[in-house]
């Protein structure tokens, strides 16, 4: 259960403690932020509303240890973050519990998370001590006007304190793709968990306090981020943000100082479908890439863009899967589950209403329990309705008739997203063509969006973010390029010398 067992010191009565210099503290805010269960709509727990001044002195601790952190061996560094992999994936079973009471994730998905999140920390110990263990020589004669008098050895160093938010719906993976790579580069680390998802955060990072990294290297401050988030992230003590999330992260990229800025933000990803398109692998991939986690996945297929001649075919298709998901309670592993808040419900049934009073096909009934909305899919969605363009981060999906491929590149090029989009066809010189023209970050062919495996680089175009993720690339963001050049008194060339010419020039 959560908040016991090795887990008893992170909890204070009903309420869950902050992360501070290596302990676990209560907010001399005295006030608390209430976290509500999806499901039964209750609180379900309590996490500390930390205040400016904590924040101050976790910045302060963080830029102290970091110094000490960035002189640590990196097999070492890496040592540590194995150590925590496997205390994290010892304990999954109570991590998991957080995250179905949290976020409603169903609850086979909540342990795959806290499964894949060891995984990932192990793979970016590993890629970590490969790819920081290297740097480049380079010599100057390859630049015309130059001799050989000039060797210069480049490294990769840590930017300092990184500062990492992720959002609700991959709360304990999305924190440690950003934690894992800024540790094993040097840096030391603020966390500032989403509300829905701060508890599952909270147990995460105590398994990294259990592996024994050093005191305020890794803090972990709650509280809403309407509230302390500008605080943090406009904090000089801070040297890099990697944010996840929606809209925010537009406008924290304009409020950020001049640090780098790792954008992860939201998405449209559109699924084109050819007329020659295996239809039953389309439907498939449309129900895992539309409707898992109720489509509250940033790389969920949120508009599909179909030719009109396979559109009945395929839609009928599709519509006998939706019949067969399972809808309920995430603790009975349904495939439907709550959405996180009563706002996101309502947003979503704003974008339903839009599209009922302009005339789309609902392909089922609409149907809304408290947080619980029925899987829908709207047929003959046009352009002037919103859910042709906005993401709605649940479980409902527009299909738009096209008539010709540029038809359906055309919406997805106008969207102001580009993360991801997918192609299905069989020809594969088609999809190569469709896949180039896609302005999104990755295209998938014949297979719905998604952002692992957790080592490819995941990035998006335009308002869906800036940088790039995925393990090596989180790496080489969160580190700055450092040169050291040898000045020689004369060229030197390799093989060039007999002994007595450089005799007579030292
Ligand atoms: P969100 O509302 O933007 O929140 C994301 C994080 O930002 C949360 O931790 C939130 O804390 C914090 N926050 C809120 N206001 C802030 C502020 N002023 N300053 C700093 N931090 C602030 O997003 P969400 O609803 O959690 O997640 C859904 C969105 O994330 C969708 O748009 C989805 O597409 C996107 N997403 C993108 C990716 C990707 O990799 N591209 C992956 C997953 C999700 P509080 O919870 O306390 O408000």
Known sequence: ?????????????????YYSNGEWKKSSSGKTVAIVNPTTRKTQYKVQACTQE??????ELAKSAQKTWAKTPLWKRAELLHKAAAILKEHKAPIAECLI?????????SVTEVVRSGDLISYTAEEGVRILGEGKFLVSDSFPGNERTKYCLT????????????PFNYPVNLAVSKIGPALIAGNSLVLKPPTQGAVSCLHMVHCFHLAGFPKG????????GSEIGDFLTMHPGVNCISFTGGDTGISISKKAGMIPLQMELGGKDACIVLEDADLDLVAANI????????GQRCTAIKVVLVMESVADALVEKVKARVAKLRIGPPEDDCDITPVVTESSANFIEGLVMDAKDKGATFCQQYK???????????????????????????PILPVIRINSVEEGIHHCNASNFGLQGCVFTKDINKAVLISDAMETGTVQINSAPARGPDHFPFQGLKDSGIGSQGITNSIDMMTKVKTTVINLPSPSYSMGSSGSSIRSRI
Do not use: H, Q
């Open 1 to 17: 259960m959560a908040g016991t067992g090795v887990f008893s010191e992170i909890l204070d009565g009903d309420a869950f403690k």
């Open 54 to 59: 904590e924040v101050n002195k976790v910045m």
């Open 101 to 109: 009471k949290e976020i409603a994730k169903p609850a086979k998905d």
């Open 155 to 166: 490294s990769k160093i840590p930017l300092g304190v990184v500062l990492a938010i992720p």
């Open 217 to 224: 290297l890794i803090s972990c401050v709650t509280g809403k």
């Open 287 to 294: 129900i895992k890439g539309g409707f898992s986690y109720s």
């Open 368 to 394: 809304r329990e408290g947080n619980l909305i029925w899987p829908l899919l709207l047929d003959n969605v046009r352009p002037d309705m919103r859910i042709a363009w906005e993401e709605p981060f649940g």
